[in-house]
């Protein structure tokens, strides 16, 4: 079981750039897809995208416009970029293993907290 | 408005079978696994049940999955306090190309 840890920003103001990075110790990013997910206060999760080790990535349509991840397998770390964010866009963010169609999303980091603010 | 639709609440007494339900359509439950999740407030979700029916190690047998055709199940046998928390299902969507998420169903422990 690996441990994802989540970093970055808890206050971004609108307009901006959200950035955050999920580092993972206990094992490698390797032949694994690595997946973003947030949650609003009081609703439900939110699947923003995934990267696999190589660069690939899938991502939400409705995001796609704004959204950029990307992987270090040097430092063992992931990230995501989320432009002109909005309140909208105030959420737990979680980083988490898994997000292809073939496998689950099964370790998750512990969340960090992002509030857009005008 | 979830891509996978589940009940906003459920609720039983102690002992009880409970049951959530997760509807979808061809383009994920029809031809992809269901996962689900189980929040506690404050915490990370944890995967309950992988692949529709499968119990990750370390996850009671009172939880089960099921899965027929674009709708799934998660039924949860000899209910206890501790059960109370937030469900989800989810998977994969061929048309999204990617994970969708149930709304969410808070189970409450009468």
């Known amino acids: 079981q690996v441990h994802l840890q989540e970093s970055g920003p808890g206050l971004v103001k609108s307009s901006e750039i959200l950035s955050l990075t999920c580092s993972v110790s206990?094992?490698?990013?390797?032949?694994?897809?690595w997946s973003w997910i947030r949650q609003p206060p009081g609703k439900g999760l939110d699947w923003l995208g995934c990267?696999?080790?190589?660069?690939?990535?899938h991502y939400k349509p409705s995001l796609e416009s704004r959204l950029t991840m990307s992987v270090d397998t040097s430092k063992n770390h992931f990230s995501l970029r989320l432009s002109s964010v909005t309140a909208a866009d105030t959420a737990m963010y979680y980083c988490?293993?898994?997000?292809?169609?073939?496998?689950?999303?099964?370790?998750w980091g512990q969340g960090t907290l992002v509030t857009v603010s005008s | 408005q979830s891509v996978l639709t589940q009940p906003p609440s459920a609720s039983g007494t102690p002992g009880q079978r409970v049951i959530i339900s997760c509807s979808g359509s061809k383009s994920n439950i029809g031809n992809n696994y269901v996962y689900w999740y189980q929040q506690f407030p404050g915490t990370a979700p944890k995967v309950l049940i992988s692949?529709?029916?499968q119990r990750p190690s370390g996850v009671p047998d009172r939880f089960s999955g099921s899965k027929s055709g674009t709708s799934a199940s998660l039924a949860i046998s000899g209910l206890r306090s501790e059960d109370e928390a937030d469900y989800y299902c989810a998977g994969w969507d061929d048309s999204l190309s990617g994970w969708v998420f149930g709304g969410g169903t808070k189970l409450t422990v009468l």
């Open positions: 988490a293993r898994g997000g292809d169609r073939w496998g689950s999303i099964d370790d």
């Open positions: 990267i696999y080790y190589d660069g690939s990535t």
């Open positions: 692949k529709n029916n």
């Open positions: 206990g094992g490698s990013l390797r032949s694994y897809y």
